[in-house]
């Protein structure tokens, strides 16, 4: 069977099942499980399929729609325990300058700050603020804006301009989505308007993702994958999104 056929086959398999794993397209094409993330790959950029962790759904099968924080917060939380705690070897030194971006993972970034780390710290999500002031030698400044009530955090023109008046050493950025083609995107515009200010702001970016995020994408690209240094992960990454990463010159540390 060309691989054509193969993945013509795939994808009415997927529409007709409406969810699939690559363990099962594997065992019934007699391919490896690399071919078939490529296959699955192919096909969501073609819109037959969407890929999920561990396979793939029909493309209409997930509307375009954010999690509120609290649903996002409950998901994964080991991964994002793990990778906060892995984001803390990459904090500049003493006496530096922060951007904290919304989101579940940066939250947890924020809870786990060493208490004897003195730096200035800028944020545009209330939770996030809310973690920092209780350390002592942190400096947090709340940006501006109109607050989200899906994510928490501040938006629009005011928090835009905000952010491009700072120059902060390392920002840690969260992410809906991750793919070598689309970058780094997310389902609202101003979401995404407020995460590219906050990659022009920072002189290092450092991208939290767990990896079932990554290999998919979201409406609204706010970063390249040339804008990123580094994206902390988990031991869930498969090599071939590790090895795509790392070619597009992005440090990957899976925690």
Do not use: W
């Amino acid at each position: 069977m060309y691989a054509e056929e193969r993945q013509q086959a795939m994808a009415r398999s997927v529409a007709e099942r409406r969810r699939v794993s690559v363990a099962e397209l594997a065992e019934e094409y007699d391919v490896t499980t690399e071919t078939v993330r490529r296959d699955l790959s192919q096909l969501e950029r073609l819109c037959l399929v969407r890929r999920v962790h561990g396979g793939a759904v029909p493309a209409d099968a997930l509307a375009i729609t954010e999690a509120a924080l609290s649903d996002r917060d409950r998901l994964h939380t080991d991964l994002k325990d793990r990778i906060a705690k892995a984001a803390l070897a990459l904090l500049p030194p003493s006496g530096s300058t922060i951007i904290l971006d919304a989101g579940s993972t940066t939250s947890r970034l924020a809870g786990a700050l060493p208490h004897d780390l003195r730096v200035v710290a800028f944020t545009h999500a209330v939770p996030v603020a809310a973690r920092l002031v209780n350390l002592p030698l942190v400096e947090v400044h709340l940006l501006p804006g109109r607050v989200r009530t899906t994510t928490h955090a501040a938006v629009g023109s005011d928090t835009v301009a905000a952010l491009g008046a700072l120059r902060a050493d390392v920002a840690f950025l969260g992410s809906n989505a991750l793919n070598e083609s689309h970058g780094l995107s997310t389902p609202d515009p101003d979401e995404a308007a407020t995460k590219r200010a906050i990659v022009g702001a920072a002189q290092r970016v450092v991208a939290l993702v767990d990896s079932t995020k990554i290999g998919h994408e979201s409406a609204i690209r706010f970063a390249s994958l040339a804008e990123v240094d580094t994206v902390v992960t988990d031991d869930g990454i498969e090599d071939a999104d590790r090895s795509m990463l790392e070619a597009a010159g992005v440090e990957v540390v899976v925690a």
